[in-house]
């Protein structure tokens, strides 16, 4: 019975003590669950326009290796437009600054050219991504090399 009597007193002295515990607890925590959801979406934006901006490449780049060209406009003309059409359907605003094709292994860009059939180009672009609600912007490169196919 002592015992029952202490036990309730603890309970009781416990209860009371905690009383805004909880709030303080929701006052500090809250703000930092909803940072990290915040952050989440945040990154997932970034890592979407990073994947769209690599897809974009793939596709311009299978579509120059056909020899392929959008009239009144220079083979490497039209890869530039070709990549800012496609990268437009994924909401990435390329500029034809941004873009360059050149033959494989070459240093530096200048001329650029798309070369003649059965022979390597490589496509880049590289675009800021703003990250944290445009706070930062890290500038994503992407490459992707392909093989002329013989022009019929």
Partial sequence: MLFEKT???LLKKIYLCSRGALMMEAAVGLPVFIMMIVLAV????????????????????RWA???????GQTRVQSIETTVQQIGSKYGLSLTPS???????????????????????????????VSVLFGLFSI????SVMAKNEPYL
């Fill in 98 to 128: 941004e873009i360059s094709v050149c033959r494989l292994g070459q240093k530096q860009c200048s001329p650029e050219t798309a070369e003649s059939p059965e022979q390597y180009i490589q496509v880049s672009a590289v675009m800021p």
């Fill in 7 to 9: 036990m309730r007193a």
């Fill in 139 to 142: 500038n994503v490169s992407h």
């Fill in 65 to 71: 290796a056909l020899g392929a060209t959008v009239s």
């Fill in 42 to 61: 945040d990154l997932t934006m970034a890592s979407y326009r990073t994947a769209g901006l690599f897809y974009t490449l793939s596709a311009a780049t």
